[in-house]
């Protein structure tokens, strides 16, 4: 199939679609200091095209609208998510450096979000290795893997 707008529209309303289903329907570990969002393993996606840059964002966003942060989730975790996909786009040359992204930036902007914002009772390091952590689970243990799975379907991104 030929690279056309109306595809690359659809293959990133997809991801969004995808991502945002995935974290709501398991509200409770998507949200929070220790949070498991399955759809993160997606971040990923992004090595294999760019259009996967909005249609995380997107998916973020819309993900986002039910946090229990309110607001600056909205804000502050999407915009994580934004930068964290172009900078897998940036490693996909070295699939063990594309999880790293999701990992790094959200410890950082989604963990002391977390601490000033949302008022848990962890340190904000504490909060940081959290969110570090749930992220590395997803993003290594199941990205890596849907990696490889979708190697054998790079065709389909062209």
Known sequence: ?????????????LIAAVYAVLTIAIAPLSYG????RISEAMTVLPAFTP?????????CVISNLLSPVGIMDIL???LASLIAAYG?????H????????PVVVNAFIV?????FYYGVDVSLIGCILWVGAGQAVVCYGLGLPLMKLLEKYRHLFD
């Open 76 to 78: 502050l975790g999407s």
């Open 33 to 36: 200091v220790m949070q498991l």
């Open 1 to 13: 199939m030929k690279n056309t707008i109306t595809k690359k529209i659809a293959i990133g309303a």
């Open 111 to 115: 963990g002391p979000m977390l601490y």
């Open 51 to 59: 259009v996967a840059i909005p249609g995380l964002f997107v998916g």
């Open 94 to 101: 070295n699939k063990w450096l594309v999880p790293l992204p």
């Open 88 to 92: 897998s786009h940036l490693l996909r």
